[in-house]
């Protein structure tokens, strides 16, 4: 019994010295932004920043809408084409930063350099569906990226973004200055700043919460603040001191920098509220609909639990599988032996 003893002896040490992998617990597969119509608030500029990741073989090209491809938010505006018109916008952004993009978009003139198939041109419907993809080395089949995806139905007021070919998403944020609200799903952590300018602009900032209550179907619940007369800290103290009166189980505090909290650090210029969606919190949605001329930032992303867990690569598991495949080998014969021998 010692020869087997030595066998499990060694793989655990394989196990101990294999290469630890880069999961990414705290990314996501599916990230959205949702719409409402802006009427009233004024009108403004609104971008999105997306950032996609490989884990072990490090992060993508980030993904920008602003300065080319920002979107304009008129006043009023209804919320489904402000969803077409964004979408549109990150796929053309995803183009310019060197991904090859294809697929169905609204709109195509099919022009040369266009990321829509020219085949389909004509989308009375107004589907999207592209596929944006980057070569890299080291990756399946040497690509990896995202789709862009936004239903055909006229009144679809969303849009989301589909890591694929083993990519994660790490973090889609937006900013806008028009007043108009987006609500965004939350992944394992969320960013939000009210950025008052300069001239400073005050007023009241209304947010919502898409939220399971018990074992009911989703609820929403609301709040506001209002900035007037306010530090910056102040201000996202009280967003932070709302959401705990909520009771939704969620990590809460006001970050002086967005430091580890979240990855669009340039966008975030002072305080803001960082949300933890710990285990078991069934919070959906985080809506922002702030003041036109106050600049709203919010981001979802997977930082808080991004780490190395230690796990077998293909050479770990190889000779793994060898050393259980010896060991019971060398059992089988060592049993035949001792009833041979009785």
Known sequence: MRKANKFWILAAAILLVAPAHTVLAGSSAEASKHFFDNSGGGGGQMNFRLKITTGQKGDLKDVSTSPGHTVTVGDPEAAAPLAIDSSINLCEAARDAGY??????????????????????????????????????????????????????????????????????????????????????????????????????????????????????????????????????????????????????????????????????????GPLAAIWRLPGAGVLEFGVDGVQGQNIVAETNGVAQAGSIPTLNEWGLLLLVLLLGASAVWMLYHRRKLGGEA
Not at 135 to 142: E, F, I, T
């Open 100 to 269: 090859q993009c294809d697929g169905v978009l609204p709109y195509c003139d099919g022009s040369v350099g266009d990321c829509c198939d020219t085949a389909n041109n004509q989308n009375p419907n107004n589907l999207m569906d592209v596929s944006c993809q980057t070569s890299a080395s080291g990756l399946p089949q040497g690509k990896a990226g995202f789709e862009i995806y936004r239903n055909a139905a006229p009144n679809n007021t969303a849009f989301q973004v589909f890591a694929s070919a083993g990519a994660q998403i790490k973090a889609l944020d937006h900013n806008t200055t028009a007043g108009n609200r987006v609500d965004t799903d939350l992944n394992s952590r969320f960013c939000v700043r009210i950025d008052r300018g300069s001239p400073q602009v005050d007023g009241t900032v209304n947010f919502y919460v898409r939220h399971f209550h018990g074992n009911g179907p989703p609820v929403n619940s609301t709040f506001s603040v209002d900035t007037t007369g306010k530090s910056d800290t102040a201000i996202h103290q009280e967003v932070v001191d709302n959401l705990t009166g909520l009771g939704l189980g969620l990590g809460l505090g006001v970050a002086a920098n967005p430091g580890m909290n979240c990855e669009f650090t340039e966008t975030f210029n």
